[in-house]
């Protein structure tokens, strides 16, 4: 299966993030399928990121899973988080957290 992950780059406190295509076995700073973009959490507001929005929609139309965190910045990029036509809900939708008991 294919995820969109981050791969960690950058030195100590000073973290910098590629957004990948991965295949999901691959370990998290292995080889991509296909560099998306790059996250700097630690630049200027407007600098923090790079992102090939129709690559993004194209992994995530054939079925491509995004991690949390990657879901979360697509999601402040106003793009739509859905998985292909395959059937499946849309990931926001999968993955809401059940009410607290009690």
Request: include cysteine; charge should be positive.
């Amino acid at each position: 299966m294919v995820v969109l992950r981050f791969k960690k780059m950058g030195r100590a406190h000073q973290p910098f993030y590629r957004l990948c295509a991965m295949d999901q076995r691959a370990p998290r700073d292995g080889r991509p399928i296909e560099e998306l973009g790059w996250y700097d959490p630690v630049a200027a507001e407007g600098k923090q990121h790079a992102i090939k929005g129709e690559r993004v929609r194209y992994w995530l139309g054939v079925g491509a899973q995004p991690s949390r965190t990657v879901m979360n910045l697509l999601r402040t990029l106003s793009i739509d988080n859905t998985v292909g036509t395959k059937g499946r809900k849309p990931i926001a939708a999968r993955r809401v957290k059940a009410p607290a008991a009690g």
